[in-house]
């Protein structure tokens, strides 16, 4: 299991190999972050889209791209859509959004005949913060609003995946709401219990679930001990899966300017790792996330192989 975010790209440095498509890579911060990613030795990218844009951001950069990593697409829209069909003949392992909305490339991945979905898609977020031993996991805070108990129960399932992908053998996850106890004015409790009953029943695999519980519980003994819990998740949480997008926006942002954690992510639900962040994000969280997202890949690749 790894402690930090440094071992996971130290980790992925060590499995080497993978290549990045980049939809709409006229992109300054991607190029940035590629440039980065290929001088650590994690990843080489291809990059789509306007390729004068291209050639003059990366050497503003002092990154020297070789022309078989430039595709010309000027139209965002037709370099998702390249970006992707590289990706559909196996001739890269990770997506990454350029200078393209999230919106058109979740579409474009969403393609029925043309995409990369597989299954739902959410956003897996890996954090480092002050103070814990560990790395710790959430979802989903970037991709589906309101979530039904259907959507709830593969949330958990991309969130497994991940944990297991980086180390965590045996997650506990917790199905965070506002109490402890089930009330049908507030319908995440339902929720929260039934992926617990799921999850007993060998319906959600791979992790142990508790829900529905509050935040303070997972993260103080003392608190679980005055609400009387007792579970194996008592300051040993792994992933903490949110209720709805607002409830893991405001985590995400409590947990990165509050705490001043760090941290990296992946959407998963697609044939590959999506690399989808804001531009709002530093550099190096996008290093973190190529990272994570190659050993998604890999971890994949020897499943696939079994």
């Known amino acids: 299991m790894y402690k930090n975010l440094d071992e996971l790209v130290k980790a992925a440095r060590a499995v080497g190999g993978k290549r990045i498509a980049v939809a709409a890579g006229h992109d300054p911060d991607v190029i940035v972050a590629l440039r980065d990613a290929q001088q650590l030795g994690l990843a080489e990218g291809v990059l789509v889209g306007n390729a004068k844009k291209i050639r003059a951001m990366s050497e503003e950069a002092g990154f020297k791209i070789k ?10 829209s037709v370099a998702a859509r390249k970006a992707i069909a590289i990706i559909r003949d196996g001739k890269a392992d990770l997506l990454m959004k350029g ?19 597989k299954k739902l898609l959410s956003q897996v977020i890996v ?57 049908f004015d507030m319908p995440a409790t339902v929720d929260a219990a039934a992926l617990a009953a799921m999850n007993r029943r060998g319906q ?12 303070d519980a997972p993260l103080s003994r003392f608190a679980a001990e005055r609400k009387g819990i007792d579970s194996p998740i008592v300051e040993n949480t792994d992933i903490f ?10 985590l995400y942002r409590a947990i990165i300017y509050f705490a001043k954690g760090q941290s990296g992510g992946v959407v998963m639900g697609a044939r590959v790792p999506l690399i989808l962040l804001s531009r709002a994000e530093p550099p190096e969280t996008k ?14 690749r020897k499943g696939a192989s079994k």
Do not use: W
């Open 127 to 183: 954090c480092e913060v002050p103070g814990f031993d560990r790395l710790m996991l959430m979802s989903d805070a970037a991709i589906n609003i309101l979530p039904s108990i259907e959507q709830k129960a593969e949330i958990c399932r991309n969130a497994i995946t991940v944990a297991h992908a980086i180390g965590i053998a045996k997650p506990n996850l917790a199905a965070l709401c506002a109490l402890e106890t089930i009330s």
């Open 287 to 300: 290093i973190r996330s190529i990272a994570i997202g190659i050993l998604v890949a890999e971890a994949e």
């Open 99 to 117: 200078k393209i909305g999230t919106a058109g490339l979740i579409r474009a991945v969403l393609d029925k005949e043309a995409g990369l979905r």
């Open 67 to 76: 022309d078989d990593q430039i595709i010309s697409e000027d139209d965002d």
């Open 204 to 215: 959600i695999t791979g992790a142990y679930i508790e829900g529905p519980i509050a935040m």
């Open 241 to 250: 899966i949110v209720p709805n997008i607002e409830a893991g926006n405001i």
